[in-house]
């Protein structure tokens, strides 16, 4: 079983306008108010855009590593409401947003699952988040972490492999207030929302893991997905560390942990990876000035091996975002990557190395 995850994807704004269909540009934040600024912004710093582009151009030479690889499943973290909205979420400030018609971006990289416990699902109100389930659905694409009631969004999802594969990967999500996630986005048994950790303690991660548990067969890959922590910074939360090793302590065997704007440090705890902030992946940040030391356009595609329920291979293929199109980063961004990932995993009791390919390859120090 191998599985493609990555961090967050953010195919609103300014991606969503060089799409086919956008949607009305008028913004509610105080940096800008016409997303196609966004458009702009990128241009500048790397060149035109012929927009409209088709549904595979956002992915660019991230569709080759996904062929090449051929994961089972593909998880993504949709940072994103899919819908045609327009009433914002009162003083959120920022609202993430892409046009319904133009969910064909999800499908040309044959996505599986979308994570949906984020702090931007519900921008454009509960009925751009029903709107976004069921556009994700009517696409065949599958969500966990929220939805029309708190059943819902805590409910696992299960994702068989692929043809030519074998063996299913469950999937739990959450999010949690450190995050950004407003405490009024909880989902409930009669109001929609996201399934929300307000607390990260053993409490919390013994009923995640009771949920698996409850479908949990014989083969299974048991992935927790979590929306917790600040955009910017290396430096793991000690109770991020204890709710992740409570999770693996009860059988979980990934912790796909997303929300930071670059990707942090790797730990392998009892063999199994947990993937603190797996950091961006595609967005519309690339003209925005400021924490440029972070290398926010530099992202991470990760792909998690598995054989009899033990991990075989945990290999990251360095991307950069350009012209709002990712490529493969170049030998120089992959090793500064490998440097940073290196440093602050060490902490962890990981070593990450880089191969000949350019791509990184995490393992345990023993």
Not at 9 to 37: F, V
Not at 206 to 233: F, K, M, T
Not at 319 to 330: C, G, N, T, Y
Request: proline letters at 5%; hydrophobic letters at 40%; one cysteine or more.
């Amino acid at each position: 079983m191998r599985l493609f995850l990555c961090g967050d994807l953010m195919t609103g704004r300014g991606i969503d306008q060089i799409l086919p269909h956008p949607s009305e540009p008028k913004l509610y934040e105080s940096y800008l108010e016409d997303a196609r600024d966004y458009v702009l912004l990128a241009e500048k710093k790397n060149g035109p855009i012929a927009r409209p582009v088709d549904f595979p151009y956002v992915w660019g030479e991230a569709l080759d590593e996904l062929r090449r690889v051929a994961p089972d499943v593909r998880i993504v973290n949709l940072e994103t409401s899919v819908t045609r909205s327009d009433e914002p979420w009162p003083l959120k400030g920022i609202n993430y947003r892409m046009h319904p018609r133009n969910v064909g971006c999800l499908t040309a990289a044959e996505i599986d699952l979308c994570v949906l416990a984020n702090n931007h699902v519900l921008d454009w109100e509960r009925a751009g988040l029903l709107e976004t389930l069921d556009t994700l659905h009517g696409a065949g694409l599958r969500t966990v972490g929220a939805g029309r009631s708190s059943a819902e969004a805590e409910e696992v999802a299960v994702v068989a492999a692929r043809a030519g594969g074998s063996g299913r990967v469950l999937v739990a999500a959450a999010a949690e207030p450190s995050s950004g996630v407003p405490y009024g986005w909880e989902a409930t048994p009669r109001e929609p929302g996201v399934a929300l950790v307000r607390d990260l303690d053993i409490r919390e991660a013994r009923a995640i893991c009771e949920r698996l548990d409850a479908i949990r067969q014989p083969g299974d890959v048991a992935v927790v997905s979590l929306h917790w922590g600040s955009n910017w910074g290396y430096e793991v939360p000690r109770e991020h560390v204890r709710f992740a090793h409570a999770l693996v302590d009860r059988g979980v065997d990934l912790v796909h942990g997303h929300s930071s704007h670059h990707p942090r440090p790797i730990e392998l705890y009892r063999g199994r990876p947990i993937l603190y902030g797996c950091g961006d992946l595609l967005t519309d940040y690339e003209g925005i000035r400021g924490h440029e030391e972070f290398r926010g356009d530099l992202g991470l595609m990760y792909f998690a091996s598995f054989e009899r329920g033990e991990l075989t291979e945990l290999r990251m293929t360095p991307m950069r975002v350009r012209r709002m199109r990712l490529e493969r980063a170049s030998r120089s961004d992959a090793e500064w990557l490998t440097d940073v990932l290196a440093r602050t995993s060490r902490t962890h009791g990981s070593e990450i190395s880089l191969t000949d390919d350019g791509s990184l390859v995490a393992r345990e120090i023993r």
